[in-house]
Nanobody, 124 residues
Framework: QVQLVESGGGLVQAGDSLRLSCAAS????????MGWFRQAPGKEREFVAG????????YYADSVKGRFTISRDNAKPTVYLQMNSLKPEDTAVYYC?????????????????WGQGTQVTVST
């Protein structure tokens, strides 16, 4: 099985930056894509960003494009989410996730492995 552990969340002010990390461990038959979703209170879980493992193609939600950057570390199974120019509407629990097989998807029910989540709170 695969374990995903997020870190880096916290309380910041609007305009600040945060970097989330997600460390993967365990054994996966295949890793096609890793990504980040978020869920705010009373809202559905939504796609934030994703990166394909082999060719590092990246995908973003329109709401974060130009502000967030997803990347991964070759040396270790870790994916990062650099979040700049944070807004109060970015407040949510952020989840790291892994999709073993293609195609790319923005639907949470198509991702197999999930971390426990890390809280990001952006104050005005």
């Amino acid at each position: 099985q695969v374990q995903l552990v997020e870190s880096g969340g916290g309380l910041v002010q609007a305009g600040d930056s945060l970097r989330l990390s997600c460390a993967a461990s365990g054994r996966a038959f295949s890793t096609y894509m890793m990504g980040w979703f978020r869920q705010a209170p009373g809202k559905e879980r939504e796609f934030v960003a994703g990166i394909t493992w082999n060719d590092r193609q990246t995908y973003y939600a329109d709401s974060v494009k130009g502000r967030f950057t997803i990347s991964r570390d070759n040396a270790k199974p870790t994916v990062y989410l650099q979040m700049n120019s944070l807004k109060p509407e970015d407040t949510a629990v952020y989840y790291c996730t892994m999709k073993p097989w293609p195609p790319m998807s923005r639907m949470p029910n198509e991702y197999r492995y999930w971390g426990q989540g890390t809280q990001v709170t952006v104050s005005t």
